[in-house]
């Protein structure tokens, strides 16, 4: 028999009706022959209700104890989901990270998964059961309980369906797939039905925030086929219907044949950009500025230097735009000076954003970077930086061009709907 | 150094403002000298709020699951104190119930404690900690999280006193000790400095609220010095002056001697009385009644058996007020026909009381129970049965004369404030 694992959302076991509800769609999935893991997230809210508390007694709480805290929440939503399962009739049974076990690290708040013990969930499993199992926590080797951080039940998911070599893992959420972009800015964004793991990695790192990237990794690492789609549908949909909603994560290059060159474009506005013009170009320069900048905890995204003809260079880099200040103080005042190094000028603009084409079709079509600089010609828009890797293109542009951007490149590179 | 187990309810509990104060008052234990293990129950309404989310899911809710949702209420709670002690710079560590690991049986949502491991919690104090566990709950030897049942955190913190030989087990409570009598019924009422196990076991049998009656049993069992002492006072209070709070359950008998004769008045008004009237007085006829009584899941109370001249006997006894109709009429209609008996006739009263005085002092005083009896005639109260053990008597009377003989046994056996 066929094994899956279901994800729920915190907005999906969101209240008593609607828990209900996850629980009419698991019997349905049951009923038709299949082994079923569930792994529910808290119910929403209920994780930061749990930090507040945690807050109101100590500014940083203590980490060991705000997972001790933070894990009850996903133990509520596994023993209210047993009991509506067993309710219509459907034997299960839930456990903890603990009961699993789900082996992790000690960084509490942050744990990473070890290790995952299938034995006990493959006995229920085997006995009949829906085995329902927490999300977002595990346990590690001091016998303390550890949570994974924000959206860790998009990873225990993917994990346990790695774990349990399950045909598929569904991660029920409250949207219905991943789109080409974000169809706030282009009404005409399709849902994709495949997407590569790779194209997903550069996604959900740019920001389109449906899977915690971690997830996403682990799908990779155990070639996971992991599904996104809406827990907002019937639950009473017909399975051969449901089988067909959301977005496939594959690992299989033949099943993307159908996909554009181009699958999404990403964006980001929130990026600073730092020029450092006019370096001494001499080896250790990158190392010198971006190792100041690593030490203080600043994450760097995208990074150009330009070799002149006078013996200097120009080094750009982007940064979080909350970080652009103490960036350009830091370099100023730091970097050049503790390292003895001579700048033309040191500026920055905190008023710029990236836009990133992603596509594993790439990798074998020329021409895809210049239909990009093409379309933003015509728009009138000026690329400050470019960058690329096998399957993205990015550029950074003045931020007030974002939606104009995306827009025009989703048309260029045939996204819209009406093409699906 | 002197270790001291502190259990807090979840009144003391129930709020960010009041787990300070819990802190506070646990740091000034640890900062004496103290080695501290603290039980807290779970916030106020937090266990009835997870019951309800239960209910509404499932009309009986399976109990495994219900005590896999319910002991995150004491979770939730040993965090946020451990927070609340770091915040204030005691070093304090928290454990659930599996972790310890505390081992019940399986009887899910009223299982009982076989065994507490002490090396973990001894280590942690050892090494300077104050250690902080939930109360109510343990695992059970399929390794599934077990609740004790309502107040059994009570009954967790004697355990844990008795398991790590603790000099004395404080259950911090929102009443201020144990009194002569309940303070609403005799304003006189006087709380005792110290109340033997065996009195407050009749005390506590007899709704006297205050501890769970099986925390008491424990204390018996193992030895453990309790004492019931308020949360409410200021947490700041010198040392000295709080060791003399509450009411300390004691096992010597020397402790005692300045105790009277008799410690306290108990009532009950939930009774109802049967009397089966002129059956044949042979074999057996107790166990046909009783048994089937019993068969039916009736508790009876006080039972008296009276032999007559003519070959005949009265049987009298008492049920729970709830249960008087159904017991009557299983009595007429059942026991009576299937066991071939006779009786001149069945007839019951459920508007009686039971007044009981408690005293390890009456073992050695004769006396006592006239004096209850001349007492009750001189306030023209009528005795319908009486009962006696070593240190109890107890009368059922109408049960409008309650609060007037509580009163007048309290004023006429000298536990009147005035007196201490």
């Keep these: ?22 629980a009419r769609r698991v019997a349905k999935w049951h009923r038709a022959g299949y082994q079923l893991v569930v792994v529910p997230s808290a119910m929403s809210g209920e994780t930061n209700r749990l930090i507040s508390l945690a807050k109101e007694i100590q500014d940083q709480p203590d980490e060991r104890e705000l997972d001790m805290l933070c894990c009850t929440g996903e133990q509520v939503s596994v023993a209210l989901l047993a009991m509506a399962l067993k309710n ?36 229920e499993i085997n006995a009949g059961k829906v085995v329902i199992v927490t999300g977002f926590q595990g346990i590690d080797s001091l016998g303390n309980p550890t949570t994974l951080g924000r959206g860790g039940s998009d990873t225990s998911a993917v994990a346990m369906a790695a774990a349990l070599k399950a045909q598929e893992c569904l991660i029920y959420t409250d949207v219905d797939g991943i789109y080409t972009t974000d169809p706030r800015v282009v009404p005409e964004a399709r849902r994709m039905r495949v997407v590569s793991f790779e194209e997903m990695l550069e996604m959900a790192s740019m920001g389109s925030k449906v899977l915690q990237i971690r997830s996403v990794e682990f799908a990779g690492k155990y070639r996971v086929p992991t599904r996104v789609l809406s827990s907002l549908t ?43 013009r006019g370096v001494s170009d001499k080896p250790g320069v990158a190392y010198q500025i971006l190792g100041a900048v690593a030490d203080a905890n600043i994450d760097v995204d995208m990074i150009i230097q330009n070799q002149g003809t006078d013996g200097l260079t120009d080094f750009t880099f982007t ?28 500026v920055g603009d905190a008023n710029v954003c990236k836009v990133s084409i992603v596509g594993i079709g790439m990798r074998s079509h020329v021409g895809i970077a210049s239909l990009m600089f093409k379309t933003l010609f015509e728009e009138g828009i000026n690329i400050q930086m470019i960058s690329t890797s096998e399957i993205k293109v990015s550029v950074i542009i003045n931020d007030k061009y974002m939606e104009l951007a995306v827009r025009a490149l989703h048309r260029a590179f045939e996204l819209d709907a009406a093409q699906s």
């Design 88 to 123: 219509i009739g459907i034997d299960a049974v839930s456990f903890t990270g603990w009961q699993v076990p789900v082996k992790t690290d000690s960084a509490y708040t942050k744990a990473r998964i070890e290790s995952i013990d299938d034995a006990r969930i493959r006995a």
């Design 234 to 276: 019937d639950p009473d949909m017909p399975l051969d219907e449901e089988k067909k909603q959301g977005t496939l994560i594959t690992f299989e290059e033949d099943e993307h044949m159908e996909q554009a060159v181009v699958s999404g474009i990403a964006f980001n506005r929130d990026e600073a950009k730092i020029m450092v």
């Design 1 to 22: 028999m066929s094994l899956i694992v279901h994800k729920y959302g915190g907005t999906s076991m969101g209240s008593i009706e609607r828990i209900k509800n996850v």
């Design 319 to 346: 940064v979080h735009r909350n970080d652009y200040q103490k960036t350009l103080n830091l370099i100023k005042n730091k970097v050049l000076v503790e390292n003895n190094l001579t700048a033309k000028e040191v």
